[in-house]
């Protein structure tokens, strides 16, 4: 089945850095989401995004819905220990999401 | 506050068992949808359901079925359970076909 290219997979960072993912896809999209999954939990929706270019922010977080609609990026500042899990992207057209493979974020204090 | 649970959180069988999964929201959102999720693979939507009646197959269907009697349930059943379906299930739900999906806590379903 179709996936979603995420990358990176997994990221060790320092509390107080920013951080970076992206997502791209061979196929174009009209809506782009993106989730967080803590340990044992269901992924918890973050951020969407329904217009090419848009550019969306929710605290610390930033996301971006790419010009060609075949990707996304996901920006977080001035990380804390709490940003600790895995982020998905998912790309959605008209009723079916398309999740991405998964970034796995690591905060050391 | 309205929500979507799961139950079990947890459940161990053995294969060739029968096993129903259950998923019940309180948002009155029309689409509901199943997923699993492994190491390497992602979510994988299995079924999903636009309404009361209706249920459409997804990437994984086999070996799984779902029925939708009501609005808040769509309960997963494997019939007769097997080691590949070995996983963390999800449902998940939305108001409509193009709205943001919420997700449940999750199952995690081992067969032995």
């Known amino acids: 089945g179709q996936q979603l290219n995420q990358s990176p997979q997994s990221m060790f960072i320092q509390e107080g850095e920013d951080v970076s993912m992206n997502c791209t896809s061979s196929s174009i999209f009209n809506t782009w989401l993106w989730y967080k999954q803590d340990p044992g939990e269901g992924p918890v929706l973050l951020i969407a995004l329904y217009k090419a270019g848009e550019l969306t922010s929710n605290g610390r977080l930033t996301a971006q819905f790419g010009i060609t609609r075949k990707d996304s990026f996901l920006n977080i500042s001035a990380s804390i220990p709490s940003d600790v899990g895995i982020y998905f992207c998912a790309g959605q057209n008209t009723d079916k999401l398309i999740f991405g493979t998964g970034t796995r974020l690591q905060v050391f204090p | 506050d309205a929500e979507i649970t799961q139950s079990p959180r947890h459940k161990i069988t053995e294969t060739g068992r029968q096993v129903t999964l259950a998923c019940h929201q309180t948002?009155?959102?029309?689409?509901m949808f199943w997923y699993r999720q492994d190491l390497g693979h992602g979510l994988r939507l299995i079924h999903y359901?636009?309404?009361?009646?209706?249920?459409n197959k997804g990437e994984v269907s086999d070996g799984y079925s779902v029925s939708r009697s009501n609005t808040e349930d769509l309960p997963l059943t494997l019939e007769s359970a097997a080691s590949s379906q070995t996983s963390v299930y999800f449902c998940?739900?939305?108001?409509?076909?193009?709205?943001?999906?919420?997700f449940g806590p999750g199952t995690r379903l081992t067969v032995l």
């Open positions: 359901s636009y309404g009361v009646q209706d249920t």
């Open positions: 948002w009155n959102h029309n689409n």
């Open positions: 998940a739900s939305s108001i409509g076909p193009s709205n943001e999906q919420f």
